[in-house]
């Protein structure tokens, strides 16, 4: 990682410092950092690192280079390619997306105040802070210190909307003091005090902040400034947020007066609250994998092993996505999971009926029998995207069970979790097209909407799969309509990737398309769907076109080692090429194996790799009818039967 927040630094991945010699050899890497991958030619570098260039110059930059090669990459072979300072024509490149600052952008789009602060957190000074005086770091400087600034007062109006008024006022207290100029971080401090109870020091802010105006630019507050001094003054109701926070806050409040605080009905209570919390859109999704742990550890603490799944099972969040956002904290839910099925009384119905494959009868079996399912399909639905068969056979048995005791909610989660243990191989749409029918009807019937829409989307899916788009498109707008209805704003995130997707399909290919989807995945708080997805579908268009991956650095995330072998050959590099190709590994038993499948064998192809067009060959082949990564309902590389025939001829 590069760090340019402060003076310019770099951390090796154990994150300690690197020796990054003299603030020459400093500058040559910021001045690459700012050029963000474009290549830089020697003479800028030596105009820029010189007044006056002494002779030599040119002769010095390749040193400070060849110094900063070293201690960036010192375990590089000797006479090796370097992979991160590289030459091209005329000059120098950085090649890299691991910088601060370009992370801090990123974030500083999140609406989540977690992920805000974890932002702001990253500055360890001004950017550039060793080249405050370089001209050529002017531009990047102010940017970002704006941005930083911005921030501030974004982390300002995200913790407002959440009701964290009185955690919002020491920061911006503290912004304001620094920066008196910015009316918005005003506003933001007087309405933070307003609704933190202080109606007095609200008005003394605006008081202030009209006369630093006044007196030192000679200009009266802005409009904003002036309507919310007299929306305090006559206590405006819309200033304290609306009806539906007062009721909430009232009822909160009652509940903490009356419920012991030791009682078990309040981790109960907590269990549904994280369950709706989580499809309340990215901060409630966010927030409620924060403490879903914590919830279930409290659980165990108690030592009653039916209240523990009773916990877990509770958390019964419908899931698209194959790949976890949060994968450590997934296995810790499977084993807590299957900690309390080992602790449970196994149960059998008062007929005689096994309902979870034992055979012990008593009072409360049926019920038992279902907090095992849920159990079951938790742990079904925590081993997506893993090649363990305990996911599949967990998600069978929670079936099974949900079905004998005709438990329409329990076997949509059941559902659910059958869908996310379709991947053994590929070309398996037609199946997950079933089982979307059938939540889709089952939901209907029951008013379940999570599953009702959890169903429009598999189908959505595996219709796209299928090239069967008027279905999709029904699908899409059946969701949507759901979702509008009963506030799922994470639901529009799938629909508009999948309304990206279906242009390329259709020979409409639009990268903004895509950018504009991207834009709604910043604060959705779905890392598992975002990491390295907007290059992966820019990557689909350019397989599309029969174009070169693209060559400056981006985050491929997870997909890395697919995409790779194709940035080599774009980048003229067929020997590391080859080699990435030889490394490829299968890909993950999700929505996306058709589409790395793919990409290796385009790579493979192209540089006669035999053995892996093989492995393709096999892979692919059960989803000869298929769109290639249409099953994702996110990005398509076409036919999976055209890379097919491009396997056969080079076979």
């Known amino acids: ?263 078990r009905s309040r981790l109960e209570s907590a269990a549904g609250l994280l369950r709706d919390l989580a499809v309340t859109g990215g901060g409630g999704l966010e927030a409620a994998r924060e403490h879903r742990m914590a919830a279930i550890a409290a659980a165990e603490e108690l030592g009653d092993a039916e209240l523990t799944a009773r916990m877990i099972g509770a958390y019964d969040v419908p899931a698209i996505w194959t790949r976890s956002d949060d994968p450590h904290q997934a296995a810790q839910v499977v084993a807590a999971a299957e900690r309390a099925l080992t602790a449970l009384p196994p149960a059998r119905a008062a007929d005689g009926r096994p309902l979870d494959g034992h055979a012990v009868d008593g009072p409360g079996a049926e019920g038992r029998a279902a907090i095992r399912a849920r159990l079951l399909a938790t742990i079904a639905l925590e081993s997506r995207g893993t090649r363990s068969t305990r996911g599949m056979e967990a998600a069978r048995q929670a079936e099974a069970i949900a079905r004998r005791l005709d438990d329409p909610a329990l076997l949509a989660f059941a559902l659910n979790a059958v869908f996310m243990q379709t991947f053994t191989r590929t070309g398996l749409a037609p199946e997950r097209d079933r089982i979307g029918a059938e939540l889709v009807a089952l939901a209907g019937r029951h008013g379940l909407v999570n599953a009702e829409i959890l169903g429009h989307l598999v189908r959505l899916q595996a219709r796209s799969a299928l090239a069967d788009f008027s279905a999709a498109d029904r699908h899409a707008s059946a969701a949507d309509a759901l979702a509008a209805r009963h506030e799922r704003p994470l639901v529009t995130v799938f629909t508009e990737w999948y309304r990206a997707m279906r242009q390329a399909a259709t020979g409409q290919a639009s990268e903004s398309a895509y950018r504009d989807a991207a834009a709604l995945l910043d604060g959705a708080g779905m890392p598992g769907l975002e990491n390295g997805l907007l290059p992966l579908a820019l990557l689909s268009l350019r397989v599309l076109d029969d174009r070169p991956a693209p060559i400056e650095p981006l985050d491929w995330g997870p997909y890395e080692p697919w995409a790779r072998p194709l940035v080599l050959l774009a980048r003229n590099r067929p020997a590391e090429a080859a080699a990435a190709v030889r490394r490829v590994p299968d890909p993950p038993r999700d929505l996306l194996q058709e589409a790395l499948w793919c990409l290796a064998a385009r790579a493979a192809i192209a540089v006669g790799d035999r053995t892996t067009m093989l492995r393709a060959r096999a892979a692919l082949t059960p989803a000869k009818r298929e769109l290639a990564g249409a099953a994702s309902g996110l990005l398509t590389l076409g036919p999976v039967k055209t890379h097919l025939a491009d396997l056969v001829r080079a076979l």
């Open 1 to 263: 990682m590069f760090g340019v927040l402060g003076p310019v630094t770099a951390w090796d991945g154990a994150g300690n410092a690197i020796d990054l010699k003299g603030p020459r050899h400093r500058a040559v890497l910021a001045r690459l950092i700012i050029a963000r991958g474009r290549v830089v030619p020697v003479g800028r570098l030596v105009d820029d690192l010189w007044t006056a260039p002494p002779e030599g110059a040119v002769a010095a930059v390749r040193t400070f280079v060849a110094a900063l090669r070293r201690a960036l990459e010192p375990e590089r072979p000797p006479r090796a390619r370097p992979r991160l300072l590289v030459t091209e024509g005329p000059g120098y490149a950085l090649r890299t997306s691991d910088v601060d600052a370009w992370w801090f952008e990123d974030a500083a789009s999140a609406t989540s105040p977690a992920r805000l602060e974890e932002a702001l957190a990253r500055w360890r000074g001004p950017a550039y802070a060793d080249f405050a005086d370089e001209p050529w770091t002017q531009a990047e400087r102010s940017r970002l210190a704006e941005l930083r600034l911005r921030t501030v007062e974004r982390l300002g109006e995200a913790r407002l909307s959440r009701g964290l008024a009185a955690e919002a006022v020491p920061d911006l207290d503290a912004h304001t003091s620094d920066h008196p100029w910015r009316e918005d971080a005003w506003r933001l401090l007087a309405l933070a005090l307003y609704r933190s109870g202080r109606q007095g020091d609200a008005l003394a802010v605006l008081r202030r902040a009209r006369a630093l105006l006044v007196e030192e630019l000679g200009v009266d507050p802005g409009p904003s400034l002036q309507r919310l001094e007299a929306d305090i003054l006559r206590q405006d109701d819309h200033l304290g947020g609306d009806a539906a926070a007062r009721v909430w806050s009232r009822t909160a409040a009652a509940y903490d007066r009356t419920v012991a605080s030791g009682a």
